[in-house]
């Protein structure tokens, strides 16, 4: 089993910034996995936001965040981040850190196997 825990949401107002964090645990070492952020808003299905390769070479973004939203890992730590600027209501979600033993960036949902509690990421106008 891996754990995997969000923490760094809250309430921001519009164009500000947050950075969110996602610290891995458990037996396996992760290092190696594809990780990803995602989000849900109520009443919405999850959405890709930003997945980044296990050695931090590739990255890619939701086109909804793309120049706004940053992501980055410190293996060293098992720590995944999410850098947000530029913060816009529609960013109002649950945000989800994930992750899979799949050498492949992918925005698919279903291709990330252990997933986060989820953290509150609140934009006010």
């Known amino acids: 089993q891996v754990q995997l825990v969000e923490s760094g949401g809250g309430l921001v107002q519009a164009g500000g910034s947050l950075r969110l964090s996602c610290a891995a645990s458990g037996r396996t070492f992760i290092s190696t996995y594809t990780m990803g952020w995602f989000r849900q808003a109520p009443g919405k299905e999850r959405e890709f936001v930003s997945t980044i390769s296990w050695s931090g070479g590739s990255t890619y973004y939701a086109d909804s965040v793309t120049g706004r939203f940053t992501i980055s890992r410190d293996n060293a730590k098992n720590t995944v981040y999410l850098q947000m600027n530029s913060l816009k209501p529609e960013d109002t979600a649950v945000y989800y850190c994930?992750?899979?033993?799949?050498?492949?960036?992918?925005?698919?949902?279903?291709?990330?196997?252990?997933w986060g509690q989820g953290t509150q990421v609140t934009v006010s106008s």
């Open positions: 994930a992750a899979t033993p799949l050498r492949i960036t992918t925005p698919r949902v279903n291709a990330y196997t252990y």
